[in-house]
């Protein structure tokens, strides 16, 4: 059995920093593909950074130099160190594995940004 557990969701004000964490288990970790994205309420989800499987990162572009994804493979777990938050980075972050045509999600964790 697949699971993706986050967790380190939490409500900072605006400029403060956030790291959370995905748990996986119930896959090869280390060859998978993996992922945050993001929903924030009305919207749809959006990727936010993904890191492959040789460790090279893609940052959607609202994000670049704030937040930074890593993994520790010995650990079966991704990073997301999210810095100088703003209020529209408001949203529930999903974790996500993917590996050709196979992919499972996370339960999700809240992120709020306000004042």
């Known amino acids: 059995q697949v699971q993706l557990v986050e967790s380190g969701g939490d409500l900072v004000q605006p400029g403060g920093s956030l790291r959370l964490s995905c748990a996986a288990s119930?896959?090869?970790?280390?060859?998978?593909?993996m992922g945050w994205y993001r929903q924030a309420p009305g919207k749809q989800r959006e990727l936010v950074a993904l890191?492959?499987?040789?460790?090279?990162?893609n940052y959607v572009d609202s994000v670049e130099g704030r937040f930074i994804i890593s993994r520790d493979n010995a650990k079966n777990t991704v990073y997301l160190a999210m810095n100088s938050l703003k209020p529209e980075d408001t949203a529930v972050y999903y974790c996500?594995?993917?590996?050709?045509?196979?992919?499972?999600w996370g339960q999700g964790t809240q992120v709020t940004v306000s004042s």
């Open positions: 996500n594995a993917y590996r050709g045509a196979l992919g499972y």
């Open positions: 890191i492959t499987s040789g460790g090279s990162a």
């Open positions: 119930g896959i090869i970790f280390s060859i998978y593909t």
